[in-house]
């Protein structure tokens, strides 16, 4: 008798552990205020539905952990979802959310960044679909702004944006990759998981059509903007 193989499971870290510091204020902005609610409830909400089968691993710093749980009761909010407690840097709190994910049995895992509540199902799909056979999709958007680059001796030179893209989340990767990938040395470098894989040597990371609208709220006006695509 043939013995049947467990499906792998797949999984969405959410990164929420940040200050949020550009954007002001009282609270980190993951917290802030969307349409009568945290911002975070939203971004989870979202992107859970795009892969509704999928784990969800929350991060949070410490501190902030008991009053989320505290919004949660507040807003009636029971999207299944386990808490991680953050490190010290981006790249640290995803390592730590990693390490309760079982290498052995782990398909995909996308990464997500708690400040862009705009994610759809269409972007998440051409992530997925366009998974196999590479270490990682990354959704990425042209540049539409002129470009100049400052250089040590301080002379400003022109670039071609047409060679650019900016990077969005979340960003998907094949799980056992990117476990292996976050068991080297993480450097301030890294200021998301696709330079994380890179510097482990999976270079073979295929771009995929973002979403202009999936922005990523940095500063007070980006928060009207989100309301509006939601109305």
């Known amino acids: 008798m043939t013995e049947k193989t467990s499906p792998r499971k797949n999984y969405i870290i959410i990164v929420a552990a940040g200050t949020g510091s ?15 609610r945290p911002l975070l409830m939203t971004t989870v909400e979202r992107v859970g539905a795009c892969a509704p089968d999928a ?9 902030m952990v008991g009053f989320w749980e505290g919004l949660c009761r507040e807003h009636g ?30 398909g995909w895992i996308a990464v997500h960044d708690a400040a862009r509540p705009m994610v759809t199902a269409g972007m998440f799909g051409r992530l997925v679909d366009a998974l196999p056979g590479c270490s990682g999709t990354i959704p990425v958007v042209p540049v539409t702004d002129s470009l100049r680059m400052v250089g040590e001796d301080g002379v400003s030179r022109s670039v071609d944006r047409s060679l650019l893209r900016a990077v969005q989340t ?29 510097a482990a040597g999976y270079t073979d990371l295929r771009l995929v059509d973002g979403d202009v609208r999936n922005i990523k709220v940095t500063n007070p006006g980006d928060m009207e903007i989100v309301e509006m695509y939601l109305r």
Request: glycine share 10%; aromatic share 6%; charged share 20%.
């Open 77 to 106: 909010f029971t999207v299944p979802l386990t808490v991680v407690e953050g490190g010290p840097s981006r790249a640290h709190s995803v390592r730590n959310a990693l390490r309760l994910i079982d290498s052995s049995s782990v």
């Open 55 to 63: 784990g969800i691993l929350l991060v949070l710093s410490g501190d």
């Open 170 to 198: 979340p960003q998907l990767f094949d799980g056992m990759r990117l476990i292996a990938a976050n068991d080297r040395e993480l450097l301030p470098s890294f200021t998301d998981d696709a330079s994380v894989m890179e």
């Open 22 to 36: 550009r954007y002001g204020g009282d609270l980190p902005k993951q917290f802030c205020d969307l349409c009568g």
